[in-house]
């Protein structure tokens, strides 16, 4: 009876033992979304033994359901300490008041610097002057194209600006008349060329300290115009209905350009491989006129802390380590995802990858889009419902803008009403 009594009693003892060992520890929860919270976890063990400390608990969201769940764990009050957020999302959460500003953390580090991070990638997490992301990956676009079909046309170089562009797909479209095939894919339902373009040509996307949609503007209007020209003169297939497959597209030669992101090179690599592995490349975005490389969107995801977090010293340590350029290369490594700390850049992994080089040069050159909540709601219902009209011809290209404009006032409403609010308020 003894014996037994001493057992439990050593068992009891090691049990609270392992328990105060785990209370001592912090335990940062973070979310991070699809692939990137399988690869992080293999990354996490270095940080952990780095700083035996903390314990990083990741949960995976899926992409698709990952904005109405921080909605959410928001309303109830159960938000993790950290997360990944697309760059497009920062200014939703920060009209909730949910993220923290880390501009003090920044100022008194020496591991995270605005000058270690792309220009504009960096920018997209300020508002109103303060930062409320660190990016973690980039992405922008740049042109996929066919080099073969491109010497054909009689070009050895990739186009520069807009009228080059033009004339090459006018070239690709001359030589392959006999065949039914395309010079480029610009697809009404990827609202994205249209707004690249459209930063291109200086276009202010919104007006009125982003109450009132602008696409009636001289500069937007210019680079709509441009781009439905390409559909009336069947240079480009209309979506989805002609195109199901854009790699094999590319693969048979039935579109010869395409502009997407780094995310598409392995898809590529699958497809055009044997004769056509070396047919093909990237190359940054042809500019307005004279600019080159031409502005490009951007875009991936950045690491934001959310202000009911006990653990912000902690969270902001993992932060940093994230941060560092031989973490961004193992977790390119893993995931494909492209470091967004500049030195990075520096390793050969990068420097020697002949896809990469246009990526590298297009960030040195690229631009965010408006910092509101409701800016996917115009882009992905309206923008893209009114290119499709346009190039169908269903509508004209100012018909087309002006009912844009008057979609996106109305989606805008209520920002148009606090925006009057306030200034009423400072007014009087």
């Known amino acids: 009876m003894i014996k037994k009594f001493i057992l439990v009693f050593i068992i009891s003892i090691f049990f609270t033992a392992c328990n105060s060992v785990h209370e001592t520890k912090n335990v940062i929860r973070f979310w991070a979304m699809g692939s990137e ?3 992080i976890s ?5 940080f952990e033994k780095e700083n035996p400390d903390i314990k990083i608990k990741v949960q995976q969201v899926p992409w698709t359901a990952a904005q109405e769940k921080l909605i959410t764990a928001f309303a109830s009050d159960n938000m993790p300490d950290m997360c990944q957020l697309g760059n497009t999302w920062i200014p939703q959460f920060v009209s909730l008041n949910a993220i923290e500003d880390l501009s ?7 591991e995270i610097k605005p000058d270690k991070f792309f220009k504009g990638i960096w ?29 054909n046309a009689g070009f050895t170089q990739p186009p520069k600006n ?20 395309y010079p480029i894919f610009i697809p009404t339902n990827e609202w994205s060329n249209f707004i690249i373009y459209g930063l291109q040509s200086g276009a202010e996307l919104l007006k009125e300290n982003n109450t009132k949609g ?9 680079a709509f115009s441009y781009l439905i020209k390409f559909h009336k003169e069947k240079l480009t297939p209309f979506g989805m209905m002609q195109v199901t497959n854009v790699y094999q597209a590319m693969a048979d030669g039935y579109i010869s350009i395409y502009i997407s992101g780094p995310w598409n090179i392995p898809e590529f690599k699958n497809w055009m491989k044997g004769d056509l592995a070396d047919k093909w490349t ?12 031409g502005l490009s969107l951007a875009g991936g995801s950045s690491l934001v802390l959310f202000r009911s977090s006990k653990h912000k010293k902690e969270v902001w340590k993992f932060i940093e380590f994230l941060s560092r350029p031989d973490v961004q290369l193992k977790f390119y490594s893993t995931t494909n995802n492209l470091p967004s700390v500049i030195k990075s850049w520096e390793n050969k992994l990068l420097t020697e990858n002949v896809y990469m080089k246009a990526f590298y040069e297009q960030l040195q050159n690229v631009s965010p889009m408006p910092k509101i909540p409701e800016w996917e709601q115009i882009v992905f219902s309206k923008l893209q419902q009114y290119a499709e009209f346009a190039a169908r011809e269903k509508m004209t290209v100012d018909e087309a803008l002006k009912n844009l404009d008057k979609d996106a006032d109305k989606i805008l409403e209520k920002r148009r009403w606090l925006e009057n609010k306030k200034r009423r308020k400072n007014d009087r």
């Open 162 to 181: 807009w009228d080059e562009l033009y004339n090459l797909c006018r070239k690709i479209k001359q030589h392959n008349e006999r065949n039914e095939s």
């Open 214 to 222: 602008n696409f009636s503007s001289k500069g937007f209007k210019e």
């Open 37 to 39: 919270a399988e690869n």
């Open 123 to 151: 920018e997209t997490n300020i508002i109103d002057n303060k930062v409320y992301g660190i990016p973690w990956y980039v992405d922008t676009r740049v042109m996929f194209y066919r080099k073969d079909i491109f010497e």
């Open 282 to 293: 990237t190359a940054a975005m042809p500019g307005y006129r004279n600019e080159y490389p």
């Open 42 to 46: 293999k990354i996490i063990p270095v």
């Open 104 to 110: 003090e953390f920044i100022n008194k580090s020496n």
